[in-house]
C-alpha cells in the first residue's frame, strides 16, 4: 500500500498536481483562511477513507507545495494534517479506528457514534479551528523548543 501511495504521489508531482489544485482553490476564493478551511474539509475526508499513514504520504507532498504559497508554516501544516486525519479515523462512515476501538472493547458501533460525534464536534473542531488559524498555538513548542521562528 505505501508502495502504490508513493507512485501515485510522485506521478501527482510530476504532472504538477499542486499549482493546479491551487489554481482551483485561488478561483474560488483568494483569501488564505478560505483556502485553509478548503484543505481542512480534504484532508478530514482523506482520513474518513484512508489511514494515517497513506493519507499523509499522498496529502504531504500535493499540499505543502500550496501551504507555503499562502504563507503557512510547514511545521504548523504538519499539525494541521495531524488533527485532520486523526478526526477523519474517528469520523463516520469509514472510521477505522472507531470500528477498532468497537471491536477491542467490545462495544456496538451504533453506540458508539453519539458520544463520538459530542467529541468531534465539542472537542476536535475547536482544536482544528486553533490549529489551523492561530499558527502561534501550532508553533509554541517548535518555537521553543527548536528556536523556529
Do not use: H
Not at 502504490?4 to 499549482?19: A, H, Q, V, W
Not at 451504533?110 to 467529541?119: A, R, T
Amino acid at each position: 500500500m505505501v508502495f502504490g501511495i508513493n507512485m501515485l504521489s510522485r506521478i501527482y508531482i510530476m504532472e504538477d498536481l499542486p499549482t493546479k489544485i491551487l489554481d482551483i482553490l485561488k478561483m474560488v476564493s483568494e483569501n488564505k483562511y478560505m483556502i485553509l478551511l478548503m484543505l481542512n474539509i480534504f484532508m478530514v475526508v482523506m482520513g474518513m477513507l484512508m489511514d494515517d499513514t497513506s493519507a499523509c504520504m499522498l496529502c504531504t507532498p500535493i499540499l505543502v507545495p500550496i501551504i507555503k504559497e499562502i504563507g503557512v508554516s510547514p511545521i504548523q501544516f504538519a499539525a494541521i494534517l495531524s488533527v485532520n486525519l486523526g478526526m477523519g479515523n474517528v469520523t463516520p462512515p469509514c472510521a477505522p479506528l472507531l470500528y477498532l476501538a468497537g471491536s477491542l472493547g467490545g462495544a456496538q458501533i451504533n453506540k458508539m457514534i453519539k458520544p463520538c460525534m459530542y467529541y468531534i464536534f465539542l472537542g476536535w473542531i475547536p482544536v482544528l479551528i486553533l490549529t489551523t488559524y492561530i499558527p502561534d498555538i501550532s508553533l509554541f513548542l517548535p518555537r521553543l523548543i527548536l528556536g523556529i521562528k
